[in-house]
Every structure is written in structure tokens, then in C-alpha cells.
T-cell receptor, first 120, second 115 residues
Framework: GAVVSQHPSWVICKSGTSVKIECRSLDFQATTMFWYRQFPKQSLMLMATSNEGSKATYEQGVEKDKFLINHASLTLSTLTVTSAHPEDSSFYIC????????????????FGPGTRLTVL | LAKTTQPISMDSYEGQEVNITCSHNNIATNDYITWYQQFPSQGPRFIIQGYKTKVTNEVASLFIPADRKSSTLSLPRVSLSDTAVYYCLVGDSRDGVSGYSTLTFGKGTMLLVSP
């Protein structure tokens, strides 16, 4: 299957600092990537859809000024958690569809390994 | 609101076949059904995808009845390493820019395989 990587795999930061998480599609181009957040013992929650060349689409309740998304290229999307606070501590996961969208049907999403963010 | 319903948990023993059923009564005509596996502190891993009837790959089979309102993931001869959370998903709303389906994860099924 397609490979999606994330960097870093874990990060610990002080409250008030900003943290950038990278999501890369390693062997395919991803014009669209998705960012999820997962709290302990809970399911994944979609935060935003990142499209290369356009502004990200945020889900209801997700602050776009706090979670900055930049789809810099066809293989890279970044999520920056600005002024992080302890309540932002979570497991952040990105995904990218290999094909599909308006041009196909299946649009299977491949997920990165996740980034564990701990804000002290 | 998740579009799928699965059992919260299942228990099995090594070597047994495990069948996890998912209900998706409101599945849309163009929706595929996809199953993912997630281990703690890892991203979900794609297992299998299907549209109708039966799909089989090297790790699982997926059975979809004609009305497509449910699907069953079948794991043959499970091992301890199959202990994980299994998610059944169908497409959600479509992103207006790309056309890709967004996914709404339900609670999944926690499968515990014992020796």
C-alpha cells in the first residue's frame, strides 16, 4: 500500500509554544490530505482537509487560527499548533488518499503513523 | 454522527476465525466500505475495501450482502497480534475542492485475542 510518513513521531513542548507536524506522502502525490486528532481511548476525529493550492477546510469546532495548515507541495502538508496548551495534548494523525476524488470512486485513505503531542 | 454501527468489543482465541459485522443502513450508492485496523499509538492501517458481494485479500475477507446495509469483516485464524481496534467506514461528505470523501470514525470494535 501507499506510504505516508509523519514527523516528528512525538514532541513535548511548553505551554504557549508552537509546534509543527509534517505529513508526507512518500511514493505518491497527494493533492489532498486529512488531519485527525485522537484523544486517549477515543476514536479519530477529523480536524481539517488540506488541499494543495487552496485554503484548508476545517471541521466545525476546530479553530483555524490555532491549527494552521499549509499544503506546501504535492507530497507535504504541515499542521502547526500555535500557542499550544495542555488541552491540545493528543495524538495527531494525517492521511492521504491514493486516488479517487472527483476522478475516481474508491479514494482509499492511507494513514501516517501519528504524532504524539504532549504540552506541559 | 457516525454512519456505521459496530460491536464495541469482541473476544477470541488464537487460531479461531473472527467475524465483525458492521451496520451502515444509510450507505449511499457510490460509497465503498472500508475497514481499518489500529494498534495503540499508531495510525490506522488499511485492511480491505469493497463495494458489493465478496472481496478477499491476503489478510481478510469482506462480505457485503446485496442491499449493502451491512458488511462483515472475516479474519481467518487470528493470532495474538491481531488484537487491535477495527473500524468500519463508509464515505461521508465530499470535500468540495477535491471530491474526496471525508471519513467519520465510529468507536470501532476492540478485538482481544487470547492464547
Amino acid at each position: 500500500g501507499a506510504v505516508v510518513s509523519q514527523h516528528p513521531s512525538w514532541v513535548i513542548c511548553k505551554s504557549g509554544t508552537s509546534v509543527k507536524i509534517e505529513c508526507r506522502s512518500l511514493d505518491f502525490q497527494a493533492t489532498t490530505m486529512f488531519w485527525y486528532r485522537q484523544f486517549p481511548k477515543q476514536s479519530l476525529m477529523l480536524m481539517a482537509t488540506s488541499n494543495e493550492g487552496s485554503k484548508a477546510t476545517y471541521e466545525q469546532g476546530v479553530e483555524k487560527d490555532k491549527f494552521l495548515i499549509n499544503h506546501a507541495s504535492l507530497t507535504l502538508s504541515t499542521l502547526t499548533v500555535t500557542s499550544a496548551h495542555p488541552e491540545d495534548s493528543s495524538f495527531y494523525i494525517c492521511s492521504a488518499p491514493l486516488a479517487g476524488g472527483f476522478f475516481g470512486d474508491t479514494d482509499t485513505q492511507y494513514f501516517g503513523p501519528g504524532t504524539r503531542l504532549t504540552v506541559l | 454522527l457516525a454512519k456505521t454501527t459496530q460491536p464495541i468489543s469482541m473476544d477470541s482465541y488464537e487460531g479461531q476465525e473472527v467475524n465483525i459485522t458492521c451496520s451502515h443502513n444509510n450507505i449511499a450508492t457510490n460509497d465503498y466500505i472500508t475497514w481499518y485496523q489500529q494498534f495503540p499509538s499508531q495510525g490506522p492501517r488499511f485492511i480491505i475495501q469493497g463495494y458489493k458481494t465478496k472481496v478477499t485479500n491476503e489478510v481478510a475477507s469482506l462480505f457485503i450482502p446485496a442491499d449493502r446495509k451491512s458488511s462483515t469483516l472475516s479474519l481467518p485464524r487470528v493470532s495474538l497480534s491481531d488484537t487491535a481496534v477495527y473500524y468500519c467506514l463508509v464515505g461521508d461528505s465530499r470535500d468540495g475542492v477535491s471530491g474526496y470523501s471525508t471519513l467519520t470514525f465510529g468507536k470501532g470494535t476492540m478485538l482481544l485475542v487470547s492464547p
